[in-house]
């Protein structure tokens, strides 16, 4: 079955505590992404990457870290936790088309749940 | 920079009414459209998208959505409202051209009732 899965689905922390959030898809695409969302305001992009070892900012890149050493993985570290990273988090993959993907479909993974206090 | 308004954060229609859920996006260039759902505890799904040709496109479920470049428009509707459409319904964007970034509304929270 075509999947995005993250790990863990819920999770609380404490300030100032590492963390990762994991995200793994089936599909062999090239694009992966990190989304938080949050009431109001719909859901916004955290980085992106286009392959391996290809990874850029989105529009909230602030307290986040990515990496992309496999294909299928592109795992959110979060180095310094704070409150206002409390938030349901989403990974995302697409499928390259000519590298012109906008057109393609996102599969989004469960979500992860985090608080942090 | 691209926006995307859903009027509504809360919709509430009777069981067999229709549904009528509002997108605009703002570019005066036409992107791709898209309207995805959310149901409790799950991730998103997409319902359908718009990307060229034909302007009325048909989902999932029942659902259909029609872009209107003069309104700058993408709205998604049902006809009749079943119980297992209560969900949250995200209408996006993704500038053509460029790498798949979807820019999202805030959200239209759907209430079915009996």
């Known amino acids: 079955e075509a999947q995005v899965t993250q790990n863990p689905r819920y999770l609380i922390t404490v300030t100032g505590k590492k963390l990762t959030v994991t995200c793994s898809q089936n599909m062999n695409h090239e694009y992966m992404s990190w989304y938080r969302q949050d009431p109001g305001l719909g859901l916004r992009q955290i980085y992106y990457?286009?392959?391996?070892?290809?990874?850029d900012k989105g529009d909230v890149p602030e307290g986040y870290k990515v990496s992309r050493k496999e294909k299928r993985n592109f795992p959110l570290i979060l180095e310094s936790p704070s409150p206002n990273q409390t938030s349901l988090y989403f990974c995302?993959?697409?499928?390259?088309?000519?590298?012109?993907?906008?057109?393609?479909?996102?599969?989004f993974g469960q979500g992860t749940r985090l608080t942090v206090v | 920079a691209q926006s995307v308004t859903q009027l509504g954060s809360h919709v509430s229609v009777s069981e067999g009414a229709l549904v009528l859920l509002r997108c605009n996006y703002s570019s005066s260039v036409p992107p791709y459209l898209f309207w995805y759902v959310q149901y409790p505890n799950q991730g998103l799904q997409l319902l359908l998208k718009?990307?060229?040709?034909?302007?009325l496109v048909k989902g999932i479920n029942g659902f259909e959505a029609e872009f209107k470049k003069s309104e700058t428009s993408f709205h998604l509707t049902k006809p009749s409202a079943h119980m297992s459409d209560a969900a949250e319904y995200f209408c996006?964007?993704?500038?053509?051209?460029?790498?798949?970034?979807?820019?999202f509304g805030a959200g239209t929270r759907l209430a079915v009732h009996p």
């Open positions: 995302a993959s697409s499928l390259g088309e000519r590298g012109r993907i906008s057109r393609t479909e996102a599969f």
């Open positions: 990457s286009m392959n391996v070892e290809v990874t």
């Open positions: 718009y990307t060229t040709g034909a302007t």
């Open positions: 996006a964007v993704s500038e053509k051209g460029g790498y798949n970034k979807l820019i």
